[in-house]
């Protein structure tokens, strides 16, 4: 029986990228170029590793920024890695790379080549909006007192 083709789910990317757009607007605040903030993660007894955030590059309408995590792992795994581009006047952030993979397509035929779900810019997206959502949550920064 033939597999039904996905169909890309353009509102749920777009609803996707606006709420991780007010994410990074809580915790970057007011970051010039270069600049970087850390928002230690802390579970309930322990602390499990830093966000990262570098705004690498900013222009009126866009800005680039570096998400990166570090923590305990780091000796066992590859800690996560992202660059996100964040559109201002739509008040949108896309992942553009992730792990050092660049350029994501809306829509994967499966199986292919790097093995990408078919929705696997949509699922890049996810996570990063829910590893922000964990950092607002359980993150802690000195220099944001509204995260503590």
Request: with cysteine; aromatic share 8%; hydrophobic share 35%.
């Amino acid at each position: 029986m033939a597999r039904a083709a996905y169909v890309s789910d353009l509102k749920g990317l777009q609803a996707e990228c606006s709420i991780n757009y007010l994410r990074l607007s809580r915790l970057v605040g007011e970051l010039g170029p270069g600049e970087t903030r850390e928002i230690a993660l802390r579970g309930r007894d322990q602390r499990y590793g830093s966000l990262w955030l570098e705004l690498v590059e900013q222009a009126p309408y866009t800005s680039r920024l570096r998400v990166s995590q570090s923590g305990v792992m780091d000796a066992f795994v590859e800690a996560p890695r992202m660059l996100v581009h964040l559109y201002h006047d739509v008040r949108m952030a896309e992942v553009t790379d992730f792990q050092r993979q660049r350029h994501f397509h809306g829509r994967y035929r499966y199986p292919n080549a790097r093995m990408h779900q078919p929705d696997e810019k949509l699922q890049i997206n996810r996570f990063l909006g829910e590893w922000l959502e964990h950092a607002l949550a359980h993150g802690h920064s000195l220099d944001l007192p509204e995260l503590n």
